[in-house]
């Protein structure tokens, strides 16, 4: 299925890639649920047990290890991890 690229207003893409929304730092296994996270930046080598991408599709991304410094993009909804240290990213979107 192709994306629409053009699904948020020029604000709101500036902002969320610029943290705007606010960032949420995970250290241990508690759930992440109810934000919307534009971008997670890995402090630490990480491994997610949870990592669900409302914009995706395929294989999930979890059970492996994303090395720190690793900048990942997308529309998450749901993050837990089973090991590292992340920072996430969020929003509120603007859908035009």
């Not at 902002?15 to 649920?33: D, H, I, K, W, Y």
């Amino acid at each position: 299925m192709a994306k629409d690229f053009k699904k948020y207003d020029v604000k709101s893409a500036n902002n969320f890639a610029l943290g705007q929304g606010g960032t949420v730092v995970e250290t241990g296994t508690t759930a992440l649920t109810g934000l919307n996270v534009y971008a997670i930046q890995m402090l630490a080598d990480t491994v997610f047990s949870t990592l669900t991408d409302a914009g995706a599709s395929g294989d999930a991304m979890t059970g492996f290890t994303m090395l720190a410094g690793t900048i990942i993009y997308g529309e998450f909804t749901a993050i837990t991890l089973t090991s590292g240290k992340i920072r996430a990213y969020t929003g509120t979107a603007s859908p035009t």
